[in-house]
């Protein structure tokens, strides 16, 4: 059973639509986190999650972005008004926490704005 | 602006041969780095964790950190073609764990 997993494997979405990408850990992650990664680039971090509330995050993660867990299980990335260079893998990641605990990412979904 | 910097690559060694993957890092703050293997349009998939000072071996794999220098490497034996694959290092960059990921290096095992 994979520690992550995330729906849908890809999205296509016209630009300026919202789009909502989930994830699902498995039930003794504590520690939730969404990365990404635009086509030939490095994998980004763009925000962590614990105890309800966002705990971190980067730059990118502007005022389009907005993450929650509304049922104690699912973990979505809600992006409101969708750009173009908003097109990448968006990847799910969890961790049991502490320092030297590892990250488990999902398959990631591929987003595609057209 | 904490880095975490790769040789892209792409490097080739032929089957059976030592693969030798390298990482810096900028943040003295750092104390846990992860190897992650990614196939192309896949996930990162966790390979070696390593924490302290030293060489920590599981397998085919041994990873080396050196926080003196802010360097880590893992060097994968007997390379096989199905570790051909992009590799990446990763530290833990804030508060709450996130990862800083590096470019990644290319490996390309030659049968």
């Known amino acids: 059973e994979p520690e992550v997993t995330q729906t849908p494997s890809h999205q296509v979405t016209q630009m300026g639509q919202e789009v909502i990408l989930r994830c699902v850990p498995i039930?003794?992650?504590?520690?939730f986190y969404w990365y990404r990664q635009i086509l030939g680039q490095k994998v980004e971090f763009l925000v962590s999650?614990?105890?309800?509330?966002?705990?971190?995050k980067s730059e990118i993660f502007d005022d389009q972005f907005s993450v929650e867990r509304p049922d104690g299980s699912n973990f979505t990335l809600k992006i409101r008004s969708t750009k173009l260079e908003d097109s990448a893998m968006y990847f799910c990641?969890?961790?049991?926490?502490?320092?030297?605990?590892?990250?488990?990412f999902g398959d990631g979904t591929r987003l595609s704005i057209l | 602006q904490k880095e975490v910097e790769q040789n892209s690559g792409p490097l080739s060694v032929p089957e059976g041969a030592i693969a030798s993957l390298n990482c810096t890092y900028s943040?003295?703050?750092?104390?846990?780095f992860f190897w992650y293997r990614q196939y192309s349009g896949k996930s990162p998939e966790l390979i070696m964790s390593?924490?302290?000072?030293g060489d920590k071996e599981d397998g085919r794999f041994t990873a080396q950190l050196n926080k003196a220098s802010q360097y880590v490497s893992l060097l994968i034996r007997d390379s096989q073609p199905s570790d051909s694959a992009t590799y990446l290092c990763a530290g833990r960059g804030g508060s709450q764990g996130n990862l800083i990921f590096g470019k990644g290096t290319k490996l390309s095992v030659k049968p």
């Open positions: 999650f614990y105890n309800n509330e966002i705990s971190e």
């Open positions: 943040d003295r703050g750092s104390q846990s």
């Open positions: 039930s003794n992650h504590l520690y």
């Open positions: 390593i924490y302290s000072n």
């Open positions: 990641a969890a961790t049991t926490g502490g320092e030297v605990q590892p990250q488990h």
